[in-house]
């Protein structure tokens, strides 16, 4: 297994290229599917979660070629009506539920194996079932398996109401509703970038959607998408998460090929805490020079400060003067990353969806797990900023969504080593 070895305490100076959107090419990837021709799709991260979802695509009849610099050329024509998604890939991904959509707006019937293993109508799933069906979908479960299926061997466009602005269930929605007949209108839809870049995508290749980035998204089914090239935009999070590296370590470092405007509600919460940041047209120099400062932080749908970036924020927080506190209201179960960061030192307690971190200025590096990928980066940049080594483990999490974590920070002068350790040892590390 692989870990990083971090030793900390060294200010960050120099530039990183932010790579494409993981959760964006995750959408766009599938989408292809419902796609007659060849889609050249550029700006495609080099992370695992989008190696597997290519794997995926090329084992049910896609044809699927790096074209060099981050571009990728998919011809979905081969795939067939009856090809089935793998239970050993797609539960391994949950975006891999988009499979669902996309097939169901192709072929009009779907067979994808439960991602993760979840029940049907269970709350992750609940809304994007609801949107199949209210578009004439008949959905249910067997052997593992979501069956979708067009009832009368059609899809209606029809007005959709989500409970929670769900990203999966708008962009799965959108993917269903795209060659439909007649009108879909999707309300309470999500607004994060990488719904608006999905839509985006499709309108190059021939559909009609608009409004996406409201709360209002309309979709006029097409008959015939067509192939072209898109480039997906630059990732919000990863972005972030280098910004809070640079909170942590400080230092002075630009970020190229970004979008400010999606960075927006990170910058403005760094600028609360202390950190400088400026803008320019597809770059952010952050810089940290002074102590941070305290504050409050609660999570929401975009343009709320992103729960993808809690735990890093979290992390930046505990190198801070005064006690923060931090509620996160769009995920279940996402402060477990926590009790690896008191073993940092720092003094955190945790009530439900209440955090309340209590500033000490400093941690110290201790052999940590990273338990999903977001923790991973919060472990990282609590490590960046840390007196002496920390070795972080479970960093396969960390590669699921960041392309070369290690080369990348090491570029901006971090002293950080990558090292194959045996599985026996880690969990002697981490009882
Ligand atoms: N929810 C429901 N019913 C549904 C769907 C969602 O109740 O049918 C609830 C969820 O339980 C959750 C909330 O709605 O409490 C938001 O979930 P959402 O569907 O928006 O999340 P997601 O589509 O499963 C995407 C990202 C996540 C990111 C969330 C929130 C992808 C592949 N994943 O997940 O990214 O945290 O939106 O912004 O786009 C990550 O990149 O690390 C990651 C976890």
């Known amino acids: 297994m692989t870990q990083y070895v971090i030793r900390g305490g060294r200010p960050l100076h120099g530039e990183i290229n932010i790579s494409g959107a993981k959760n964006a090419a995750l959408a766009i990837l599938p989408a292809t599917l419902l796609v007659d021709g060849v889609c050249r799709i550029e700006n495609v991260p080099d992370v695992t979660d989008v190696t597997l979802m290519l794997e995926i695509l090329k084992d049910i009849g896609a044809t699927v070629s790096p074209a060099g610099g981050g571009a990728i050329l998919i011809d979905s024509r081969g795939v067939r009506a009856d090809s089935v998604a793998p239970y050993e890939q797609v539960r391994r991904m949950r975006a891999s539920y988009y499979l669902i959509g996309a097939f169901l707006g192709r072929f009009l019937n779907a067979q994808v194996a439960m991602p993760g293993g979840c029940n049907l109508g269970v709350r992750p799933v609940d809304q994007h079932i609801k949107g199949f069906e209210m ?56 607004r994060e970038p990488h719904v608006v870049d999905l839509a985006n995508f499709l309108n190059s290749t021939g559909a009609d959607i608009k409004g996406a980035g409201t709360d209002i998204i309309k979709i006029r089914g097409r008959k015939l998408l067509t192939g072209g090239a ?32 999606h960075l927006e509600c ?45 735990p890093q924020m979290a992390a930046c927080l505990s190198f801070a003067e005064g006690t923060s506190m931090i509620t996160e209201s769009v995920a279940d179960n996402r402060f477990r990353y926590m009790d ?32 999903d990928l977001r923790a991973g980066a919060a472990l990282i940049v609590a490590a960046l900023g840390a007196e002496g080594v920390t070795e972080v483990g479970g ?35 981490t009882g």
Do not use: W
């Open 135 to 190: 578009l004439g979908a008949d959905v249910h479960v067997n052997a593992g398996f979501i069956h979708a299926n067009a009832r009368e061997g059609r899809l209606v466009g029809s007005p959709i109401y989500l409970d929670v602005a769900s990203v999966g269930a708008t962009i799965n929605i959108i993917l269903a509703a795209v060659m439909a007949d007649g009108l879909t209108v999707i309300e309470n839809a999500a």
């Open 230 to 261: 898109y480039t997906i935009i630059p990732d919000q999070i990863e972005a972030g998460t280098y910004m809070a590296a640079v909170a942590a370590a400080g230092g002075e470092v630009t970020l190229n090929n970004v979008i400010p405007k």
């Open 266 to 310: 990170i910058t403005a919460k760094l600028t609360e805490i202390g950190v400088e940041v400026k803008e320019y047209d597809e770059s952010v120099l952050v810089r940290r020079t002074r102590r941070l400062r305290k504050t409050n932080i609660k999570t929401l749908p975009y343009p709320g400060f992103p729960t993808d970036m809690q």
């Open 340 to 371: 690896e960061l008191k073993r940092m030192g720092a003094r955190i307690q945790v009530d439900g969806k209440l955090a309340v971190v209590e500033g000490i200025g400093k941690l110290s590096g201790a052999p940590v797990q990273a338990c």
């Open 395 to 429: 960093v396969y999490h960390v590669e699921r969504g960041y392309e070369d974590v290690s080369g990348k920070l090491r570029g901006v002068g971090a002293d950080i080593r990558v090292e194959e350790v045996d599985d026996s040892e880690m969990a002697g590390q």
